[in-house]
């Protein structure tokens, strides 16, 4: 997602989770982990060390859009957690399978909107922080050596509205209390 060199690129990834739930938990809000709707196929090929692929990730992304539609229809506000790695992925989670055929000449649906009532957190880390964390994590199926192909994959969303960027050098208590004055 940053131009710069992949070392300082970052990830919605490792502290995702605590991150997530603390946020939740503030809010009131409910939390649905994005890991447990990925299709037993996708958490195969990542337990064997293998990469997604874009098409390894839609369906995944669908029903995290599912979700989020469902989520907005119920009039409730809630917080997904997944590594929207690229911005068509962004797009899925706000637009589901119109994002998908948005890209044919022949489309007039405009994929470039934001969703106002949809608020992106990225979170940002270099390369070295980050592996440090996955490679001492316990009983998740992604290995730590998948990182690089995430930071290979990652398309950062600093130009994308309704996105907040903060640093998990900060840690998850400090970077909460920024994400809730940001009226997230």
Known sequence: M??????????????????????????????????????????????????????????????LHEVIQREKCSGCDALVACSALKRQYRQILLHGSRALSASSPESQWDVSSSSSDVFFIYLHGEYDFIYQRL????????????????????????????????????GVSEMAVEALKSSV
């Open 135 to 170: 490679a001492t994590r316990k009983g998740h199926y992604m290995r730590a050596d998948l990182l690089r192909s995430q930071f290979d994959a990652l398309e950062p969303p600093f130009n994308e509205e309704n996105v907040l960027t903060l640093d998990i050098r900060k």
């Open 2 to 63: 940053l131009q710069e060199s992949s070392e300082r690129k970052g990830l919605l990834l490792n502290f995702i989770t605590k991150f997530s739930h603390c946020v939740s938990h503030q809010l009131n809000w409910p939390f649905h982990e994005g890991d447990s709707f990925h299709p037993k196929e996708n958490i195969e090929k990542m337990a064997r060390g293998e990469p997604l692929t874009d098409q390894d990730r839609i369906p995944w992304l669908l029903k």
